[in-house]
């Protein structure tokens, strides 16, 4: 297992890359920064995994928090309307 | 046998998966029997199970707090199994309304809440649902308060999500069973929330 770099409160953005194959990263989400909400524990990779291949390492999951506003620059609503996202440690930097 | 009511030929995932299951009978690798127990237990598990948590909550205040420090710990205290997730128990309050969807595909608390209804997997909630929660939640006939902050949860890996809503007000001591009739599917989504009935 790989050990966590992020720990809750810590700020965090997506990688913005766009490898083929089984993501579980959203598309809307890469690019974008937030703030670590909590650590999951760690988990297969599922990028691995989709590929018949052990996911070992496990990967640290995150729950990352994300500003609407950030995130869509048109959003209507509240200014501190949020989204949260699981990631894997890989996905950020 | 005469064949009644209308007849559609099998679609393309229909056809592969009465395929792949033919198949994995044949090489021995499951019976027919454990396909249909499986089947039937994925069909015989309902919201209700997710009404009973979020009930005993309103209840019982330290099983609140052990749910949502620990949702799937929580819930084996009352005899629901919930194995190969890690549940997350996000609680409403008068500032913050949560809401569920899964961006990717369809992942969803089965263990606490069945089959998902076919809204929630489709392509207008999925997409919307992330980007414009708002006016989403006001087609299902939920006007939020601008004042009230909301908190969309993308479960998009390897957590399941429930959202603990707030006790409706008038239930004052009413049976934890009472109280479990007030909580439908949707308001353990977000979509939705208990009114007193």
Redesign the interface.
Known sequence: MIEPRFKPGDQVRVRKTYPLGHI???F??RGHSGVVERI??A?GN?EELAQMRSGEPRQP?Y?VRFR?QE??PA????A?????????QHWLE | MKETGSYQPYSYFQLMEVSLRELLVEKGIVTEAQVAATVEDMRSRSPERGARVVARAWVDRSFRERLLENGSHACEELGLDVPALKLVVVENTPAVHNMVVCTLCSCYPRMLLGIPPDWYKSRNYRSRAVREPRAVLSEFGLQLNIKTKIRVHDSTADMRYLVLPMRPAGTEGWSEGRLAATVTRDCMIGVAVPKPN
């Open positions: 579980r990263t959203p809307y989400i999951c524990g988990f599922p999951l729950r609407q995130v869509w959003y209507q609503g509240n501190e309307d949020v989204l949260e996202v699981e990631i894997f």
